[in-house]
């Protein structure tokens, strides 16, 4: 009993407040009404987890269906959506439901969380290290010798920041992350808790069965607008580097070896391992758990779907899923037959017996 | 010669000392003996690592066999299992073999690291924190502004706990944790080192090839006797939240995508994945390097294999495995059936030819 | 504009710089000059990476053909590599051209990080801690009760290392790793940042449902010249220990489950997972993410391709791949099967016609 009305507490916590009616909200996103615009609106939310008087959004045709079932009473929609049979509920129309949805939940989100400027005195800045203005250094954190931080950066609690390593402006490091030395890192860039960028690549030389490590003495070099998810692990290059270039997303758990080179806005999402020295083009999706092999290349707007292992060049726009990855047309239909493999292996011995018998009446006529 | 010396000191160091008879065992489980009750027992260990003077137990039929060959001098048995032809060894039988050993490990275990309580000077309380009584904070652990600890939990080094972060008594947070803020934790939660609970949800709407980052306002809340493993990511919710529900334990390096809900009392074994938005029921059990989709259900007490790749909404009690993962059965005949695969092709095209020689005798006659 | 000067400058500084003749690298390297003995070099570089200047190394005759569309001015090439229709290069001979150029990188190689001896006086060591000479304790981090640091090791900002540890000597243990109580580590190993060592095993018992915490009271040895890449998880073993042993080299995001046991000089790459007791061998390769059941054994030179699932033992130098893992060739050959698989879904079919119109001629006749 106690434990319902807590989790009731928390669910109530959870869900975000606000009080406007909808031609207020429409005024701000610059949409269109279909419906009741005085409805009061108290509320935004999934349109899964949806009460009455929440806004949501329709992102994606594909959940159309969702829209009727959902408790909420207006819905965020795009001009291709048909709002015909559905009752009980309003629309805001707008250009790209799931941009105008951010808006309005930046608008009524909780007071984010904000790093004062300052540095604290439980912080430690090596020698010759040196900070931009307004940056916040969080307590535990550490700048080693002679690294630098841009303007408005933060760097948090208990992250590590090695030597020589420079850090763009606005850039936001969250606690325990680990940066080694020499890394070059842009404006804009996040780094979530937990990630490590510049560890050593993964290289050794085997003589008699020992291995020698082989000295990884290049850098890595994140670009602008880049953002790094939870506990990532970006490996150093053995000489030169491995650099993520502008506007690449990466989401937790993925790892990136040595010397790799990923494009512009490439997508790459969690538990994906890409092995060293690949190159990956510009606006490329790794969907997660996938596999890229090491010194192949992958495309510009190449998809690698969920889980695919690739182990040979993919060409620009390609779609492969599988492992080995083929193309995911390919794939999908390998993946039919095989369903029908137990019973293929059946047919295959009847129709083995049927010709024997055949061939015996042949011999024998 | 050395080294060998060394390993054995390590060795000796690892087993872990006792010295009681059987019967003093047996009291202690409350079991009933068969065999010698007056054999002193020196040490407990696994059923393979075990030395005369030893006692183990077996808590799997499927390794019965390793009874006999085990050097132990006592195992710890369940009704079911026959002590027949088995010399040498005395046995004590009880209702839950695993259970009473593990009892057993405890009481001979070396002592238990304890965290004293006490707020080191060299944590860091922002403003407004609050903490229960006997907590230990042990240094460079950050409470950031308006963080609550209950009575009794741990804090360990270098751990942060984001702002307004609630987290319930008697939580054991190990080293190097990072809880980002808002985040609610329940009572008797354990988080391994590296662990990260509350990153943003991996959300981007993307505009003319831009990504832009959608907010992630929503939170996590982890209900109480959760464990969850070393360098294992929790992303927050996009609204709404992230939930894992009670009872659950979560392995090592294991991501949970934004607005996951996980059931009461689920297993999720080491690297496996879960994407956004799926909700998976009570008692599941998630085996290793598993990967679940986005938007999907898995119902209570199912099983997903090792390795399975789930891409539909999985039933009550279902057991699936493979990639798409179908029910375990079916993988299992078409996995047998690929084996035959090669041979399947070379049978294929021998019955071709005897085909088309047949249908050349049908048209001659 | 700006941009691509400022990635022209990155590179620039990323590039190593050299200024020597090839004689004088040659007597370095004590290799034999085939070629121009008076050319200049001016950098170390890849061998796709390499510009005019440069001195690169062939280390796989899989790569033969980069080496005239390389830029290099000179390669370092063992003496198989024939240079007859190869001009405008230089090349010096060497018996591993790999480990030669690694000498010749150490040698131009950016001034090493160094980690000057001292224990920070923002560092915490607790009561009974004992460490060696020169060591270096960075700040934040902490020495737990009783716990020992062997000379001349590092411990990095913010790692943690527990009570009764012992880390031997010339050990480097970079910025945020933690490393649970009673574990064991020899000489001149290296953990990247945000490993953890000993974390408690997965082990719980069931009991109607609600799983019962299995204490974990072994520990963890991690044996001499041993690499722990980032965000590794090895936990500590139930009773007993997890052990790796001497020269093993782990790469980032593995895990390494309790009451395993890795023998010598074996490798093991990103993103792998090994359950629980199982037992490898030496100088074994387990190519990037692959898995490993619990409780089996992988002998002595074995390898595990890339992906591959193990569920079963395997013998001495075995090569095995797929999932569950077959012989590497059973595999190969299950695989391009795979790919025909529709293809003969359609044959089986007009087979099974054909037999049918023959089984009716023949009816008829």
């Known amino acids: 009993m106690k434990n319902s009305n807590r989790k009731k507490q928390l669910l109530k916590k959870s869900r975000t407040p606000l009080k406007k009616t909808l ?13 009741d615009e005085k409805v009061v609106i108290s509320g935004v939310s999934g349109i899964k987890e949806a009460q009455a008087g929440d806004i949501t959004f329709l992102a994606n045709a594909r959940y ?11 819905v965020i929609i795009d001009k291709e959506f048909s709002t015909k049979n559905i009752r009980g509920k309003s629309f805001i129309v707008v250009e790209n439901p799931s941009l105008s949805f951010a808006r309005l939940v930046e608008l009524v989100a909780p007071v984010q969380v904000k790093f004062d400027p300052g540095i604290s005195e439980k912080s430690h800045l090596g020698e010759g290290v ?57 404006d804009r860039v996040i780094i979530h808790s937990g990630a490590v960028v510049g560890s050593d690549g993964f ?112 060409k620009q726009g390609e779609v492969v899923s599988g492992y080995p990855a083929l193309s995911h047309n390919k794939t999908k239909r390998i993946q039919i037959a095989m369903t029908r493999l137990p019973e293929m292996l059946k047919k295959l011995s009847e129709l083995e017996k049927k010709i024997n018998e055949l061939e015996k009446k042949a011999d024998e006529a």
Chains 1, 2, 3 share one sequence.
């Open 64 to 74: 159309a269906c969702l829209v009727s079932e959902s408790r909420a009473s207006a």
């Open 23 to 35: 031609q207020e909200i429409s005024q701000l996103l610059q949409g269109r009404i279909i419906g």
């Open 203 to 314: 290289g050794f030389s085997t003589v008699k069965g020992v291995h020698k490590k082989i000295p990884q003495i290049g850098t890595v070099i994140i670009e602008d607008d880049v953002e790094i998810g939870a506990n990532v692990t970006i490996d150093r290059a053995r000489f030169g580097k491995t650099i993520i270039h502008k506007g690449t997303k990466i989401d937790n758990l993925v790892q990136i070896a040595h010397n790799v080179e990923i494009g512009d806005n490439t997508i790459i999402v969690a538990q994906t391992g890409i092995a060293g020295s690949t190159v990956i083009g510009k606006n490329v999706i790794l969907a997660g758990q996938s596999g890229v092999n090491g010194h192949i290349s992958i495309s510009d707007n190449a998809v690698i779907a969920a889980r695919a292992g690739v182990i040979r060049d993919v």
């Open 130 to 186: 040196k900070t931009g203005t307004d940056v916040h250094i969080a307590p535990f954190a550490v700048l080693d010798k002679n690294s630098f931080i841009g303007d408005r950066t933060v760097i948090g609690a208990g992250s590590y920041i090695g030597q020589e390593t420079k850090i763009g402006k606005d850039c936001l490091i969250y606690p325990n992350v680990s940066i080694r030395e020499r890394v070059v890192i842009g």
